[in-house]
């Protein structure tokens, strides 16, 4: 009687219901399979178009790479009659403009940021963000429409006076044109504003309130809290949005081209027009004429997406970074 | 006689200091408010029955239109969520439902990748792809650009809104006897539609003003563009050109196109935020 | 309600883009020229107007473009006022397995329009001067080289503000052959094409942009066809010719130079009329030119293409003269309509 149990192992029998294991042709009957590889092709899609993307650029530049190597980056010179190509003026514009852009909007941004957050009521704060928000939306074009015919005429009415005060900083001397390094920074500021004040005020307001009351119970004054318990703790997402900024002004193309003058040289004083990567692709792609000359250009947009795509890392490990300080903090 | 705490510097360094930033804010404000009015008063000036009924007229000649520019915005902003939005949705159900581990992190790692690329680049891959085997400037070359720019966009929302659905509804999905696909469709897509509707509408917004891909890709034309395969007018391109055109009346309907296009973009991005908060039930705040 | 508004939507677009894209409508595309852009614009229109499912999509992106999208393909014909090089018609054979003909359509003029405060008269410019201005070594307005040749004219003692072309450009190449042929410092220095490596100046996109620039930016020089700164109301100053007389851009001037060089016009029509030798011929003329390829693979475009060329060498002229373009003469019309034998279509 006791040894029928042991002598006869039992077989699992197939029942329907949920404690059986599922084989995969049942599972792709049910969809689940279809669903995962169909969303996975999509996924991998994208990473199939950038792929496709960098290989595009790299091939269609290589008469360009092949002929002037490393040496590309440096050289002044863009002369499409005798095939010679430098990239350096439009490395340098880019570079001048996005930087004097990022350091009138950091300062302007960042303030408005900690006004939003911490001084203003919460309503006339959402509506004042909502506001600011809109000026993100508006297009690269538009800005370059306003810069025409609104800030350009307005600048030069006033360089004259700022030149006789700060004329004698290498920077400002020249005579002043309109288009140049300096309107197309100012417009490229006011594109990227929208982006620091939104995202900083976002994080300014997640600072928990705990850091607040701590500083406040030291004493210290709504500012001392502000700047040095708020914006600190805060500091990640604002670097983010700075490095969004920079990324996004690198790359503007109809605003700077309409306020920059469009001319292939280096220059030390911000009122002399200048180029930029972007403006200069715009401008003589469809009109290259000649193999070479197209390669050069396409090279330029390698170089800028290469920029775009370093910047992009550096974030990420700034970001991860702080993560690290702040877990120890 | 105690001095009064905090020190007078201190209490004065605080007023000075928010001060400034009540300027600033200030400064950001009025810089909106005067490119607004500005467009607005220049381009309703500009604003007639022609602009909306009549072709571009020759150099020189009054009475044109943009009639073809602001259609061809239109089957660019079709075409371009044709491709777009459906790429980006089923990626973003992708990563949200599927993607484990290192696979998510590359999708989402090139997601960010190509949000960050310049649309002037994306334009010369578009020519490379497209109009260079095609031999010709097309709608279809434009909506291709268009696109693939609007996919990072509409992927991040759509992972967002969906990872914002409670586990709960999926778990009493599973718990039902639905498989996966199932809940996915019937109860967590649905739960989040308002969000990735909303997403989707400012991804256009965000496109509809884009240029310079367009300069390589749909070119431009004068007329209507019939079909998909024929180079097209756009506002963004229309405003640029008679912009830097030295032509008195062509600046005119650069103002008024501005003021169209802006006031289209912004249309769209009010009733995104609008439908968000109407179904904002499950979605994120 | 969300669905009812995406129905709405979509049946909105669907009612409004069906009936334009069913209709029979022939389009080509062309693209070059800024400088013959006003004719061809209008040439387009009148021709729609006479055709009605014809549509010329003329882009006005700078000869320099236009002879690169010829090459590459992306569109039915170019236009062009600096004629093709050698090379790059072998390029467009080797690309698109075609030979490309020339098709002269009208003469313009390049002419030194200026934006001076308080100078309203029309000044004189020695060859010597334009090519000091552009070679940058002529800096000031009220230099000698530009004084003497203006007796009665206070020019203000600012400097001058030199405005070029960005892109690839016809006027370009018309004007820096004019330059060449009278400074061999320019020759040697810059050289001819349709974009140069230019020692000074500010760059406008187009006709239209440097137009743009000399009305907005004040002391500037620029070059722009004789159209453009009727249009726009830009003062423009007469050139000395080969003959020693300043002569004023204008349609007797731009046909005399052409009389000349017709007695020796070439086989392709790639001919140069700058600096001619006519007494009374205007130094900075040119002829404009479309490019139209040989073979086409679409029949219908081709046909369309070869009776709107047709209608512009005959018909079409007429509408030279009121845009300030000189018509073609009639002998080079006539071997024009010889040459469009050769097309094989």
């Known amino acids: ?329 | 006689m105690s001095k009064k705490y905090p020190s007078f510097s201190r209490r004065f360094k605080n007023y000075l200091m928010f001060t400034l930033t009540g300027i600033c804010t200030l400064l950001v404000v009025s810089v909106l408010f005067t490119i607004l009015a500005y467009l607005l008063w220049h381009g309703a000036h500009a604003l007639n029955l022609n602009f909306f009924t009549k072709l571009p007229a020759p150099v020189g000649q009054a009475g044109g239109g943009v009639v073809n520019a602001i259609i061809g915005t239109l089957k660019l902003l079709v075409f371009a969520s044709l491709i777009g939005v459906p790429i980006g949705l089923i990626g973003g159900i992708y990563l949200s439902e599927f993607a484990g581990g290192w696979s998510g992190f590359a999708v989402r790692y090139t997601t960010d990748l190509l949000n960050g690329v310049p649309s002037v680049v994306m334009g010369i891959f578009v020519y490379t792809l497209v109009v260079l085997p095609m031999h010709h400037f097309s709608t279809f070359a434009g909506g291709v650009a268009l696109g693939i720019m609007m996919i990072p966009i509409a992927l991040r929302s759509t992972e967002d809104f969906l990872r914002a659905v409670p586990r709960s509804l999926r778990e009493g999905g599973l718990a039902l006897g639905a498989s996966k696909s199932e809940t996915i469709f019937t109860i967590v897509i649905p739960a989040a539609i308002y969000g990735i509707l909303t997403g989707v509408m400012l991804d256009i917004a965000r496109v509809a003003g884009e240029t310079a891909p367009l300069l390589f890709t749909a070119f431009g034309n004068q007329f209507d563009s019939p079909g998909w395969l024929q180079p097209t007018s756009s506002l963004p391109v229309v405003i640029y050109n008679y912009a830097i055109s030295p032509y008195d009346e062509w600046h005119q309907q650069a103002w008024a196109a501005g003021f169209v296009l802006l006031s289209g973009l912004l249309a769209i991005s009010i009733l995104a935020r609008v439908v968000l908060a109407r179904g904002g039930k499950v979605s994120h705040g | 309600m969300v669905r009812r508004f995406l129905a709405l939507a979509l049946i909105t677009t669907a009612s409004a883009l069906v009936p334009r894209i069913w209709a029979q409508q022939i389009s080509l595309t062309g693209a070059g020229s800024t400088f013959a852009y006003p004719l061809y614009s209008t040439w387009a229109y009148q021709y729609h107007k006479v055709h009605p499912n014809v549509e010329v999509n003329y882009q006005s992106i700078g000869s320099g473009g236009g002879i690169r999208q010829l090459i590459a393909g992306t569109v039915d014909f170019g236009a062009t006022d600096g004629p093709m090089t050698d090379g790059q018609l072998a390029e467009a054979q080797r690309k698109r397995g075609t030979a490309i003909l020339h098709f002269p359509t009208a003469l313009g003029a390049d002419v030194p329009a200026y934006n001076i405060p308080g100078v309203r008269a029309e000044l004189k410019f020695t060859p010597a001067a334009l090519a000091g201005i552009y070679l940058g070594k002529i800096t000031k307005w009220n230099d000698p080289e530009i004084q003497k040749a203006n007796p009665g004219v206070k020019l203000p003692g600012a400097n001058i503000l030199v405005v070029h072309r960005s892109d690839g450009s016809g006027t370009t190449y018309c004007w820096v052959d004019y330059l060449s042929k009278v400074s061999p410092e320019w020759k040697s220095k810059v050289g001819v094409g349709t974009s140069v490596n230019w020692p000074v100046g500010l760059g406008g996109k187009g006709n239209e942009g440097v137009s743009g620039l000399i009305r907005r930016l004040p002391n500037s020089i620029g070059y722009i066809e004789l159209i453009y700164a009727i249009q726009n109301h830009i003062p423009y100053g007469d050139v000395q010719n080969s003959a020693g007389k300043f002569i004023k851009a204008e349609l007797n001037g731009v046909t005399a130079a052409a009389a000349e060089a017709n007695k020796t016009m070439l086989a392709d029509f790639r001919v140069s009329i700058t600096n001619s030798n006519g007494a009374e011929a205007y130094p900075i003329s040119t002829y404009t030119w479309l490019l139209i390829p040989v073979k086409m693979t679409d029949q219908t475009k081709a046909k369309a293409l070869k009776a709107f060329l047709q209608w512009s060498l005959t018909d079409g002229q007429k509408y030279t003269t009121p845009l300030a373009y000189a018509p073609l003469p009639g002998v080079v019309a006539q071997k024009e309509l010889q040459q469009m034998k050769r097309l094989q279509y």
């Not at chain 1, 029998?13 to 969809?31: H, N, T």
């Not at chain 1, 990324?247 to 920059?260: H, K, N, P, Q, Y």
């Not at chain 1, 250009?297 to 775009?308: D, Q, S, Y």
């Open chain 1, 1 to 329: 009687m006791g040894n029928i149990a042991l002598s006869t192992p039992e077989v699992p029998v197939p029942v329907r219901g949920l404690d059986r294991k599922q084989g995969w042709v049942e599972r792709l009957r049910k969809g689940d399979e279809v669903l995962h590889l169909i969303t996975f092709a999509g996924g991998w899609s994208i990473i199939l178009i950038t792929v496709l993307l960098v290989q595009h650029l790299w091939v269609y530049s290589r008469l360009s790479r092949h002929a002037f190597g490393w040496h590309f980056l440096f050289t002044s010179t863009w002369d499409p009659v005798n095939g010679l190509f430098g990239a350096w003026p439009f490395v340098y514009g880019t570079l001048v403009t996005s930087i004097l852009a990022l350091a009138i909007a950091i300062p302007v941004g960042l303030g408005s940021a900690i006004f939003l957050a911490e001084l203003a009521p919460r309503s006339l704060s959402n509506g004042l963000t909502f506001l600011i928000e809109l000026l993100a939306a508006v297009p690269s074009v538009i800005y370059g429409l306003v810069g025409i015919f609104l800030l350009i005429p307005v600048l030069t009415t006033f360089m004259p006076y700022f030149q006789k005060v700060f004329g004698w900083l290498p920077i400002f001397q020249g005579t002043f044109y309109g288009v140049s390094y300096f309107s197309a920074s100012i417009v490229l500021a006011i594109m990227v504003v929208p982006f620091i004040v939104s995202i900083s005020r976002e994080v300014l307001i997640a600072v928990p309130i705990s850091q607040r009351e701590a500083m406040m119970a030291l004493g210290a004054t709504k500012w001392e809290v502000t700047w040095q318990a708020v914006v600190p703790y805060a500091r990640q997402g604002i670097m983010g949005s700075i490095f969004l900024s920079l990324a996004r002004a690198l790359g503007e193309t109809m605003a700077v081209t309409m306020v920059i003058g469009n001319v292939a040289q280096v220059s030390t004083s911000l009122m002399a027009p200048g180029y930029t990567i972007a403006a200069v692709i715009a401008n003589e792609f469809t009109e290259a004429t000649g193999d070479l000359y197209l390669h050069a250009l396409i090279e330029l947009g390698l170089v800028l997406f290469a920029v775009t795509m370093i910047i992009n890392a550096l974030a990420r490990l700034l970001m991860l970074t702080m993560k690290g300080h702040e877990a120890a903090a």
